[in-house]
């Protein structure tokens, strides 16, 4: 939502102050120019990618129009499925997740979490590394260190839509530009036409070069910073996990390893102590 109300800002604000300088909104119609900049940016960025890549950017803009589904709400739910999981380890032992672990879909332990359970990147992530504390063969260094690459793979495989959607961005001013010469063009063809159609012919050309940069700054450019925000939040997550599985696999209980987990969080979404100790007696309560 705050995307579309940001476009509006941008729009209202260029065209509204054009508009009280005594411009006329009219000349700056121009579909053609759109056409030229657009279909010229969209075939670059074909080109340059390869299908993995335009299908997730294309998978991904969508989203864009939602708000933020990280909340302090949803790391509170993953606060409470982890200690969930922690607390059945400590009082039967981890060979009592195996059933768990292995269809996480149709578990009860995981089945109070349908928001966490619909992520697919989180849950894989949790159940292979509970599946590797169940084997027992590796000690806590080494997963902590398959962890952090396993993180950094998926860090980097997310970054590549907003990547691409930047060097979008980066090349709608030359195409404005290449635009904007075709109609100097068109106007050099026609010197022969009178001077107010010349002016005319001119003020069009002159329109692809701004349509160039304000498409960049002003709207694609946006889209693929707020991609990196939300594939930041997303590692957030992942990183959570990874710290409280390790807390619980160096010996602390689960109420503390929780709270390992709880630190590493944005202060922004980050539940409090307070907080986040009445999730865990509600927890203990509802078991």
């Not at 509006?8 to 909104?25: C, E, P, Q, R, T």
């Not at 294309?58 to 499925?81: C, H």
């Not at 002159?206 to 925000?229: C, R």
């Not at 944005?266 to 509802?286: I, L, N």
């Amino acid at each position: 939502m705050l995307v579309i109300v940001g476009y509006v800002i941008v729009l209202g604000s260029v065209f509204g102050g054009f508009a009280l300088a005594g411009g006329h909104l009219g000349a700056m119609y121009q579909p053609l120019e759109l056409l030229i900049i657009g279909g010229a940016a969209f075939g670059a960025f074909v080109v340059g990618n390869p299908v993995k890549t335009v299908k997730a950017t294309l998978k991904a803009l969508p989203g864009l129009l939602k708000g933020s589904r990280y909340s302090k709400a949803l790391y509170l739910e993953l606060m409470g499925m982890l200690y969930d999981i922690l607390n059945k380890v400590r009082k039967e032992g981890l060979m009592a997740i195996e059933r768990d672990i292995e269809n996480p879909k149709e578990s009860p332990l995981f089945a109070p979490y349908p928001r966490l359970l619909a992520d697919h990147h989180l849950i894989e992530f949790l159940t292979d590394y509970l599946r590797l504390m169940v084997s027992g063969n590796l000690n806590a260094h080494e997963i902590e260190a398959l962890m952090d690459s396993e993180i950094e793979t998926h860090h980097h495989e997310g970054a590549i839509p907003a990547h691409a959607l930047q060097k979008v961005a980066d090349g709608l001013p030359a195409f404005g530009i290449v635009a904007a010469v075709m109609g100097v063009v068109h106007t050099m063809a026609s010197v022969g036409l009178p001077p107010s159609e010349l002016g005319q012919l001119i003020a069009h050309a002159l329109v692809g070069t701004f349509l160039g940069i304000l498409l960049a700054y002003g709207f694609v450019g946006p889209l693929a910073s707020l991609l990196e925000q939300k594939l930041a939040e997303a590692t957030k997550m992942l990183e959570c996990v990874k710290v409280t599985l390790l807390a619980s696999l160096n010996g602390y209980p689960p109420a503390i390893a929780v709270e390992f987990g709880r630190k590493v969080l944005y202060s922004s979404e980050r539940p409090s102590f307070a907080e986040m100790e009445e999730h865990v007696k509600q927890r203990k309560k509802g078991a």
